[in-house]
């Protein structure tokens, strides 16, 4: 790894986030490349003073991912924005309007809006993320404090060697932010209508009921696993997990796959699957969940397979002094009152959680993941100037 710095300077001009978006979208860092965006905003980092850290990390996932962990100052309090450069690939090409990683603007003035890959998920957030540092250096110089990104190249993908990796490196190197505030797309159709205090928790089933292959003229002869599958799933599917609690809904179950491979019609299998995931709140956990999906299977009895994958346990930040000084920020900025939300999927939220309050608040996510996924050049603004009276707001209230 590297460590890249120098001191901010007077003369250092102030960070236009639609250049920094547009410069980071020409980066095609489809999950787990970078492709160069890391290298953008590490040039867009030092003249501002930050320290910057490469830290490639490999193992146990397939690929060697690149990391970016960046820091201005050394002391309290440590206000942390984090985010990540890798989008999903754009599919056809052609289908776009322009090429997902050119980085145009399309239309003028009020609709003007940047087009490309990452540009709501999460590029433009990331360039209005280092937009307010640059503005707050320019209205009042250093804080008293410190300000750092933590930005990773794994969250499109199986985030093994992402955020979930860094934190280790962070907790080695005696570095613990007291807040951290998560770019996301946050918003569903306009700037200012919801904030992330949470997320539910994601686990991934595969069932595998086994039984003994025969004819299907001679049936006592086989042991046929699929009544027994169907008698489990039916077991599922109709099961209330709970009502919800305050800040969370109902958590679900939903099936997603039923197999057997066969490919003829006188033949009973050996073998049944199905593939299930449940998003559940804080009152259940993976483990919890585990002994709930056991205890019904065992029920129906016979030799089964249960293989479960944690994507993240559920987490909240309770309301409290942090949201509530991101929402006020959001209020004056837009006139709107965000939510307090804790819906959708993922996010690497789920892992910053073990390090700090974390809140999640970023631009309208209306298009991300799509063809001409897009932000307008206002909102990007309007962000830059949200994360700016944050980043103002919670330094004020910790005596800078």
Known sequence: MTALSCQTSAQTAPVDPVALAQALIRCPSVTPANAGALDVLAAALTPLGFVCHRVPIHGPGPETVDNLYARLGTAAPYFCFAGHTDVVAPGDPGAWSQDPFGGGIQGEGGEARLVGRGAVDMKGAIAAFVAAVSGLLARSGPPQGSIGLLITGDEEGEAINGTRALLPWLAQRGERPDVCLVGEPTNPRRLGEAMKIGRRGSLNGRLVVHGVQGHVAYPHLADNPLPRLVRMLDSLIDCLLDEGTAHFPPSTLTLTSVDVGNAVTNLSPAMASAAFNIRFNPLHTAQSLEAWLRRRFDAVGGAYRLDLTLA?????????????????????????????????????????????????FGLVGETMHKVDEAVTVADLHRLTEIYGMVLGDFFAGNGS
């Open 312 to 360: 993240g346990e559920a987490f909240l930040t309770e309301p409290g002094p942090f949201s509530t000084l991101v929402a006020d920020a959001v209020a004056r900025v837009t006139g709107l009152r965000p939510d307090l939300s804790t819906s959708g999927g993922t996010s690497d939220a789920r892992f910053l959680k073990d390090l700090c309050p974390v809140v999640e």
